[in-house]
Structures are given as C-alpha cells and as structure tokens.
C-alpha cells in the first residue's frame, strides 16, 4: 500500500484479515498502523508474496472505495511527470470523506424533457467537427469562437455512435466550479445522466463534468474526454506539483485508448503541439468574434488620464439608453491593478514613497500607505520631507473608480476579488480580472489599458492576453447580434500589436504562427521542457542537477530561482527522480512555470 503520508514515498506490505467482508481492490482506501501511529492510504497493488519468515501486520480499518486501477497507475505517471508524491495525486482522485456504498448508475439518457432554452439544431458545422475528432488518432482540439455554445459540441460528442459504442462515461472538464454546475444543470434538463459528484462518478455515471479537479475523477472507464477552453490557466495547479489537468486528461485518454478533444478560441502552441487542430470556416469562425475597437493613445493628451474620448462615447451610448443596461448588463471596465494608488512620489520633493523597513514601493489603501512585500503601514506622509499631499504615479483600481464615477456621473461598482458577497447592481462595473470571471453578461467592455498584459515582460504574456479577450468576449456576444455598443473597446499604445489585429480580424491562427517561431528560437515550450527551483535549499539541489545531466542547462534568475532547461520532459523528469533531494522543505520544484 502507498500512505497518505508525502515524506514517506516508499511502499509497505500489509496483510487483509480473513475476516473482512468488505471488498479489498487496488484503490481501496484503508488505514494502517505504521511506526506505532495510524496512517491512512490506498492499496495500490493486491498480489504480493511477503519475503519468507516475514509476518505482515494486518490492515486495521476499510475506509471505503477509492480511485480505480488506472488512476492509482496514472497517478504514479504524474508523480514522476511533475516532480511530486503520487499520494498528492492519489488524494485529489479521492472522496473528501468516506465513501462506502456507490449509487446504481443510470442508462445514457432519459425521457425528461429538453429545456426551453436549449440551442436548436443549425447547420453550425460543430457536430461534423465533433465527429471528425472522436475518431481521429490521438486527441484533437477545435478552434472555436468564444461566443460559440459549447453544449453543442459536448451534446454532439456524447451522442456519436462511435462514444456510445464505448464502454464507460465521458468526462467533460471546464475551467470553473460555477460552469461546471451551470453544465451538469443544462444537461439533466436535457435528458442526460450528468453528475459533478465523486460517488457517482466512481459508479459509472454516463456523463462527469467538473473543473481542474475533475481531470481525476474516478470513471471505472472513459469512453471519450471533452476540455473546453483548454487555453485557460485554471487548469494549472498553483501549488506544487504544478500539474496540468489538460495534460492528465490526455495521457489518461491515450492510455485507454479513447479520444481526448480540445477546445479554445485561442489555442496556446503549447496546447497545439503534437495534437490534430481543426477549426469551422473562416467565416464562421469571425462571426463567433465579438466588434473590436482599438483606441490608440500614442498621441492622446495627457490630462485626459486613462479616459479617450472614444471611451466617453462609448459610455454615453450604454448609459444613455434607459433598458440597454437592463437588458444586456453593465459596462464593464477592465484595470489590472489593485488598490487605490500603486506608485505614489511627493508632491513637493518628487520623492518616490517607499517602505522604510524595506525599502520596496507602498501603495495606498483606505488606511493609508501600506507596504505590499512586508505589511509595513504608515500614514499618508513623505519620508523624505515629512510633506503629506502625494501624487500618484501609477493609479489602482479603486482610484479609477471614483474617477470613472466623477467622469460619468453615476454610481461605479468596484470588483477585485474573486470571492465576496453580490456583485453591487450599478450601471458601471470596474474591476481587475475577477469582473471577467463573475460578470455573466455586459453592454460593453473597455480595456483601459490592454498594454500591461500585452507587454508583460513574461513568455506568457501573448497566451495570458488572448485568454483575457476572449472571456470578454463571451459578456457582449457576437459580432452579428446586439446594439452597435455591444464591442470591446481596447485603449492600447501599439495598435498594431499581433493579438490585436488577430481579434479584430476573428482569427487568431495568425498569432500561433508568430509566437511558434518566437519559442522554437528561442527554445522555449514545446521545444524544450522548463523546471523553475525556489526556496532555500534550491541552489545545492540545482547545482546537483546541472552535474548530473550532460542536456541540461542551469541558470540562475534575477529573482533568486534557478531555471532547469531540458530537451524535453522526459529528460527532465528522469533527471528531477533520479537526482535525490536534499533533506529539509526549503525546496519547491515548478515544472512547466509560466511566470518566467
């Protein structure tokens, strides 16, 4: 059996009492008593031979059904893939608390009635997509429009006679809790046997649909895997291991032998590459892409701040209409930057406001100056010259707020938080990433300053932009339906920009192929494989590594972490198994880091 304890990745022989009814399988979750304390874990292999003159101490309690076989063996791959204890895996493919009986499983579908909603049957093409990818060789993934409705596709996959001539359920992953429910409840309204719960899954439930999570849910077998939006970050585990559930729904559907399709408006090269990319005629696909303007501000007077004239335009022709908010939602205002002031200098001196205890910039708050590396608080008041009017150098959001409310003359809703209470029912919403995520539907939506993420000094920066664009998107809706107002307007000081042209022209197949040859001369992913080390310990175990493999490039990072480069991953992961790790938790491996 393997322990759920992470520091302990040997493992350990145990034997099953005779008189145990219950069923003991590999997955199986059990306790133990190890070294004099009691341990939980999971079987992970049932026919082992004990060495001779050896007793084995006996299993102490069942604690119910686990993931099954192919998940604990898959478990072990992404152990080895990400650097991490397959406990950790085995334990995001497990119950949250103990499940001893499993429901009865449904048939495929049943004989509810369609919602009213539903999306009627039209000659969109994804259903020809659909079937094309469920019996291409490998897994596949489909560039789609982000105002494309996705249930289509999902609908369209479940239903194929190849999918249903499978045995097992098919897996559908989004990138959030909250769509991944909004799903489970279209689809029962439909008819089909859909879950989001662990229990049924583990039963063999037709259809399974969850977020990141979700990637190991414990379906007996997989008859086909459905990703949408395989572009979004949400995917990525943040914590170490750092593993990608897009890629262990991949291998998990390579292993048994069943199609994995991808979509995304906006395929990152790294999700391209060694996949079948197919995509709808240009037409249709530019008609799934919302109206874009682009405001350039290269020459834009300064005293008019972060607001263009075309802003203000576009603000009066929302407003302005008395049902247009009510109907479609408020204007959503997009400004990346937290709090009321980011840089602040002195008024009089010109002296920048830093932190004295260490020296990094504050920022202001209601409460004054607060230091964001250390916590530090001050009032409102010039270290240099002992002045208190400051100026501010870089605005927040929260100063953008009130400057927008001032601007307009109505009230302005704040949102930069993913979590909280209700969204304030303003007619002007402004916000940093998170008003893209809980808005559900808007007039229109302005990028005050797009130039933040499009410049972004990481390799990440173009992928991270268009995922930005196209949640966007999806809040005003095509560019065939809607008032003139229902656009995205980006204020930007390159017009020009690859990703800019790409969404104003519907596709952005233009913007892979540049930023694939960017990263194959650069070396970047796919065309090699990245480990990012940080911690205390990080510069004797990078030292060790660069010694041990002769592929294998080590550099040191401004930031104090070590960059690992190997040709591929199988190197690298070979090297981080082989390459023992020093003693102590001062060490975090980030395989495959995008903040680089």
Not at 299 to 310: C, I, L, N, T, V
Request: hydrophobic letters at 45%; proline letters at 9%.
């Amino acid at each position: 059996m393997r322990t759920d304890v992470a520091a302990l990745p040997k493992l350990f022989d145990y034997a099953v009492p005779e008189s145990w009814t219950d069923e003991v399988t590999v997955g199986t979750r059990v306790r133990v008593v190890l070294h004099g304390r009691r341990v939980g874990g999971w079987v992970v292999d049932d026919d082992v031979q004990p060495p001779e003159g050896v007793e084995l101490l006996p299993l102490r309690q069942w604690s119910g059904w686990g993931p099954p076989p192919p998940l604990v063996d898959l478990a072990e791959w992404a152990a080895w893939r990400w650097a991490g204890p397959p406990s950790f895996f085995l334990r995001v493919a497990s119950p949250t608390g103990p499940v001893r009986a499993l429901p009865v499983a449904p048939p495929g579908t049943s004989d509810a009635p369609e919602e009213a909603e539903s999306v009627p049957p039209t000659a969109t093409g994804i259903a020809e997509l659909a079937a094309r990818a469920v019996r291409a060789e490998g897994s596949t993934l489909l560039r789609l429009a982000p105002t494309t409705d996705l249930i289509e596709l999902v609908l369209a996959v479940v239903n194929d006679p190849a999918t249903v001539a499978r045995p097992g359920g098919v897996l559908v992953l989004v990138p959030a809790v909250g769509w991944a429910e909004r799903l489970c409840t279209r689809l029962v309204r439909r008819g089909y046997a859909a879950t989001t719960g662990w229990a049924e899954a583990r039963a063999g439930w037709p259809i399974v649909v969850g977020s990141r999570a979700a990637a190991w849910s414990p379906l007996p077998h997989l008859a086909a895997a459905v990703v949408l939006d395989a572009h979004d970050e949400s995917y990525r585990e943040e914590s170490a291991p750092t593993y990608s559930a897009v890629d262990v729904v991949t291998e998990r559907a390579r292993r048994e032998g069943s199609p994995a399709i991808l979509t995304s408006p906006c395929p990152p090269v790294a999700v391209c590459a060694g996949r079948t990319v197919m995509a709808l005629p240009a037409a249709r696909e530019k008609a799934g892409w919302p109206r874009v303007e682009c405001v350039d501000r290269r020459g834009a007077d300064p005293r008019s701040g972060m607001f263009s004239d075309e802003f203000v335009r576009l603000a009066r022709s929302v407003l302005d209409d008395p049902g247009l908010v009510a109907q479609r939602g408020p204007l959503v205002c997009f400004y990346d930057r937290t709090g009321r002031a980011r840089l602040l200098a002195c008024a009089h001196c010109g002296e920048l406001a830093q932190c004295t205890a260490c020296g990094a910039a504050v920022q202001q708050d209601e409460s004054g100056l607060r230091c964001p590396r250390c916590d530090a608080q001050r009032p409102v008041i010039c270290a240099a010259c002992g002045r208190l009017r400051m100026k501010t150098l870089r605005a927040g959001v929260s100063r953008l707020r009130e400057e927008v409310a001032a601007l307009l003359g109505v009230e302005v809703g704040e949102v930069s938080g993913p979590e909280g209470g209700a969204i304030a029912q303003t007619p002007v919403l402004i916000g940093t990433e998170a008003v893209l995520h809980r808005v559900r539907r808007a007039s229109a939506v302005v990028f005050l300053d797009i130039d933040l993420h499009l410049l972004a000094p990481r390799f990440s920066a173009t992928d991270e932009t268009l995922g930005l664009l196209v949640r966007a998107s999806r809040l005003v809706g095509s560019r065939q339906t809607g008032p003139a107002s229902a656009r995205l307007l980006v204020q930007t000081r390159v017009p020009d920009h690859p990703v800019l042209r790409a969404v104003r022209a519907g596709d952005p197949s233009a913007v892979a192929v540049g930023e694939e040859a960017m990263r194959r001369s650069a070396g970047l992913p796919p065309f090699s494989a990245l480990a990012a080390l940080s911690g205390p310990l990080a510069d004797g175990y990078a030292a060790a590594l660069g010694g041990a493999g002769a592929d294998v490039t080590v550099t040191e990072l401004a930031d104090g972490r070590h960059l690992i480069m190997a040709p591929d991953h199988q190197v690298l992961s070979d090297l981080l198994a082989g390459v023992p790790r020093p003693a102590g938790r001062g060490l975090r491996i980030e395989v495959d880091p995008t903040s680089i």
